[in-house]
């Protein structure tokens, strides 16, 4: 049950239905899920320890500022690393996985069409993840989804205007297109031009919307 209410209070934290700034009630959020405060204070704690809230004692559960050197220093990781099991993945990918990440990336794409934002990211998520296991590195997946989330509020805010999904999506096409050539390089190449493209859209964002960043 902690882990169903973290997810949740996650991706409404992420989505920004619960906004910077926002108190977070032990007991409204007990009440919601019909549970009592302990399996509550467990999401609690890995909210902060992903970064996205703050427990401040005597005071409450506060959700975090965005935190721009926090969002530069997790895309640097998440880079170092997702460069690396993507170069595994060109060498080690099967036909089926590559069907599957073909499968994913037309699914994107119609849901880029819809403006299906939420359901756009999922599937984001689920392209980046498959590279992953194309390359038998699911654990490495494990390790960045820990790191990626102020990145994934940036990313959630930088769409449609800041970053066109169209952009995103030709990005996984490239990718894709590296890899089914088994072309170690080019997915490098790929991987970095598009894991960058947050620091385009960050400086615009943070100007735009002053009350949602740190730094």
């Not at 559960?61 to 935190?67: E, H």
């Not at 699914?107 to 819809?114: C, F, G, I």
Request: net charge negative; with cysteine; charged share 25%.
């Amino acid at each position: 049950m902690g882990n169903r209410i973290f997810d949740a209070l996650r991706q409404a934290i992420v989505q920004l239905q619960l906004l910077p700034g926002n108190l977070l009630s032990e007991a409204d959020v007990a009440r919601q899920f019909g549970v009592s405060r302990q399996p509550v204070r467990e999401a609690f704690i890995k909210l902060a320890e992903v970064g996205l809230v703050e427990v401040r004692p005597q005071r409450g559960t506060f959700v975090l500022l965005i935190s721009i050197r926090e969002v530069r220093n997790a895309r640097f990781i998440r880079e170092a690393i997702e460069v690396a099991v993507v170069r595994k993945a060109a060498l080690e990918a099967s036909s089926g996985s590559l069907a599957e990440l073909r499968r994913i990336l037309v699914e994107q794409r119609a849901a880029s069409e819809r403006d299906e934002h939420a359901g756009f990211l999922r599937l984001d998520e689920a392209f980046h993840h498959a590279i992953a296991l194309s390359a038998d590195c699911d654990h490495a997946w494990r390790v960045l989804e820990g790191l990626k989330a102020q990145m994934d509020r940036v990313r959630y805010l930088s769409m449609p205007n800041a970053t066109p999904t169209e952009t995103l999506t030709g990005q996984h096409a490239a990718i894709l297109d590296a890899l089914s050539r088994h072309s170690p390089d080019e997915a490098e190449a790929a991987m970095r031009a598009h894991l960058s493209e947050i620091l385009t859209s960050l400086p615009r964002l943070a100007q735009a919307h002053p009350e949602l960043f740190s730094d």
